[in-house]
């Protein structure tokens, strides 16, 4: 009992410590350019072009962020969902396009608020930004949802992009998305909220669990998120061969239980 | 400059002491670790605050202005005054709060739960109607034989085709559901470890100006 005390959190922060070192050791390394690993993600270079027909069309980009809130465990999830929309929040500025940006978690709106606060700004244009564009609809997920998808019925929507954590609540804005019409792109971490974006979104629309977390490196283009890319890689593949050590070990018996 | 090293410094210092604290049970680290998640608490909570009053605004100006979900916006307002006024008379354990929160909200998230089983129902149907590929029928036959194994023993009892469809199904749930599921859920823990280590170093400050 006392060694599984110290044993779980020592390897927790072990593996921390590996990441750590890798991503300084691969961020140092490809700081003048960005390493390209094979991995596709369409969805994320899309986004400018929504922005470029809402400007054309006239039509509204509605993004949901979901409830993952900043102090809860679905905060990285939710800053990876933002990170995603960097440059769809500095191109829908530039065209005075903005989204309507819709969250479930009073933090998030916060989060959410300032940067597409942050995107007027950068460009000199502080005083063109609309508070009323980035709104926290409600506390519970359902219920948020619920709200978000009367808005698509209420407003209307040229592109509703679903990106952040999401359970199956999303089911109600899959659903608003079908009977009013409108593009759809969408992305979430957990199987429950994969479920109902897989009946609606083709393949290269949709993104799937730690993909999610890619959207920063395609969005922003720095070398700092593609290294965190490659550290993914390199841990997962690391995780992967102790599994199969383990495992390989436990059919022969080595190690005892 | 000021403005980029100051946030960028407390978020690095606080973030280096919860995970210490997290990963060394070893004092003061733990209790620095209590106190600053607290004060994460307290500013969640004022963040509730800021959240409700542009919920208000928000709501107040479309009825002022008039106009589609004019109506929706009405219920919102009265609704989220009145608790608010209801709740600070009488307190969370207020006999009036306690009997909203059971008779009304309570209920009322259920619906919208439910609600979400027949949408994912009427998702399902639609998918294999849009996209006839080997993945939708895949999904559609999981789908079904899921369904079908979940029906209550008192209802069909588990023998011969019943006993079949009960046996796959728990054997999709044991196996290769849960093998993709560990699978996503290893790859988003990494991706959240990495994403929380980029602010952690300061590579990438969401709470300033990059």
Redesign the interface.
Known sequence: MTTD?WLR??I??G??LV??VA??VI?IRHRQAPPRYLRDFPIFRSLPGEVGRAAEEGALIHVTLGSG???GEDA??S??A??SLHALFDLAAAYDTPPLITTGD??L???ADD?MR?AYTRLGNPERYR??LV???A??P??Y??MAA?YLS??GSGTTMMLGAFD??V??L??AV?RHGGRAIGGA?S?LGL??L???L?PQQLV???D??AG?AEATQRS??WA??G??DF??WL?VAGMVLTALFSVLGVGGH | MFKRILPTAVAISAGLLV?LG????VDPLPQIRAVLIDW??F??AF??I???L??L??HL?RLRRGG??KS?SLWVVLSALVVFVLVLWQGPAGAVGQTLLRGLLAP??SA??A??AV??L???M??FKV?RNLGSVL?LAVVLVMLIGSIPLAIVPYQGAMGTVVGVADWLQRVPALA??RG?A???A??????????L?G??R?HS?D
């Open positions: 005390l959190p020592l927790a922060l593996i921390t990441a750590a991503l300084t961020g809130a900043l102090t990285m999830t800053l990876a933002l990170e009073p933090t709106y916060v989060l940067w942050r508070p009323a709104q926290f609809m506390a519970t359902a219920t949802a619920a009367t209420e407003k199956q609540e089911s109600l899959t659903d079908i971490v199987p479920a109902p897989f009946t609606l083709e799937l669990g730690e999610l977390f920063g700092v998120f965190s890319l550290v993914q841990l997962r995780l | 995970l997290a990963f060394i049970p994460a608490m500013v969640g963040a509730f800021l959240a409700y542009q919920l605004r928000v100006t589609k979900g929706t009322g998230q919208l739960l609600l979400t949408t994912l009427l998702s399902g639609r998918l996209r999904f993709g599921m996503l290893l790859g988003v990494l991706g959240i470890l990495l994403t929380g280590l980029r602010v170093f590579m990438t969401p100006d």
